[in-house]
Nanobody
Framework: VQLQASGGGLVQAGGSLRLSCTASGGTFSMYSVGWFRQALGQEREFVAAVRASGGHKYIADSVKGRFTISRDNAKSTVYLEMNTLKPEDTAVYYC???????????????????WGQGTQVTVSS
């Protein structure tokens, strides 16, 4: 499966963005999808994930209450809605996909085989 992340940009603190991760080349409904981010000079960090069915979602504590994840299998797309953005949310955001992930595996990047190219999110203070 190929993934295309989009929707990044420059926004002021307190603003909102919606990222999209659109898949092609596979049966999207069978894949769990995660969002990760990597700030300059830092390690990649888990943000949010949703299982294939859409029934289970996992949100990192650092963004809980501000970010939500959803999926539209008919459009082969997963969304990351980001509200009340902070300067520390500045990073390149990547989406990743994998079939058959259990809930406890969702936050761990090593379990994902397919990655999108990343989209830059910059939050100004």
């Amino acid at each position: 499966v190929q993934l295309q992340a989009s929707g990044g940009g420059l926004v002021q603190a307190g603003g909102s963005l919606r990222l999209s991760c659109t898949a092609s080349g596979g049966t999207f409904s069978m894949y769990s999808v995660g969002w990760f981010r990597q700030a300059l000079g830092q390690e990649r960090e888990f943000v949010a994930a949703v299982r294939a069915s859409g029934g289970h979602k996992y949100i990192a504590d650092s963004v809980k209450g501000r970010f939500t994840i959803s999926r539209d299998n008919a459009k082969s797309t997963v969304y990351l809605e980001m509200n009340t953005l902070k300067p520390e949310d500045t990073a390149v955001y990547y989406c990743a996909a994998q079939r058959g992930l259990i809930l406890s595996s969702l936050p761990h990047s090593q379990y994902y085989s397919y990655w999108g190219q990343g989209t830059q999110v910059t939050v100004s203070s």
